[in-house]
């Protein structure tokens, strides 16, 4: 009798059941993790955008004082360039470069750094047509 209730008292999991728990887990980890790199992605390019729009901003005020825009200068080092950008923060992960585009805007360029954390986030670009603003794009 003894043996008999010393059986009914054991409780625990089956190995089945251990199995089910795992693959439940693993179904949730191959959902959650794509998800979360590009929500990490998505804030990377929004670092980007926000250090292009102070690069915009001062390229549109350098056009009202002097009637041109700057291309081809270094916007990280405020001390370097004539639009006075501080990126230092955004240069950590972020190489920033402003061309020209034809006579009339400019095209800036945010690249991600070698061994910066914004690497797999893709190259971010601002078009600027002054003749044209609805040719303005950002891609991506």
Request: hydrophobic share 45%; net charge positive; proline share 4%.
């Amino acid at each position: 009798m003894k043996r008999n209730q010393m059986k009914r008292n054991q409780t625990g999991f089956t190995l089945m059941e251990l199995m089910v728990v795992i693959v439940i887990v693993a179904i949730l980890a191959a959902v959650a993790v794509p998800l979360y790199i590009n929500y990490v992605n998505d804030a990377r390019r929004t670092e980007a955008r926000g250090a292009i729009g102070a690069i915009i901003t001062a390229e549109q005020v350098n056009f009202q004082r002097t009637g041109a825009y700057l291309v081809g200068l270094n916007p990280v080092n405020p001390t370097q360039n004539a639009l006075g950008v501080d990126l230092s923060d955004a240069s950590n992960n972020w190489t920033f470069s402003v061309a020209a585009n034809g006579n009339v805007g400019f095209i800036i360029t945010a690249t991600p750094t070698q061994g910066g954390q914004a690497l797999g986030a893709g190259v971010v670009s601002y078009t600027f047509d002054r003749n044209n603003p609805q040719n303005n794009a950002w891609n991506p």
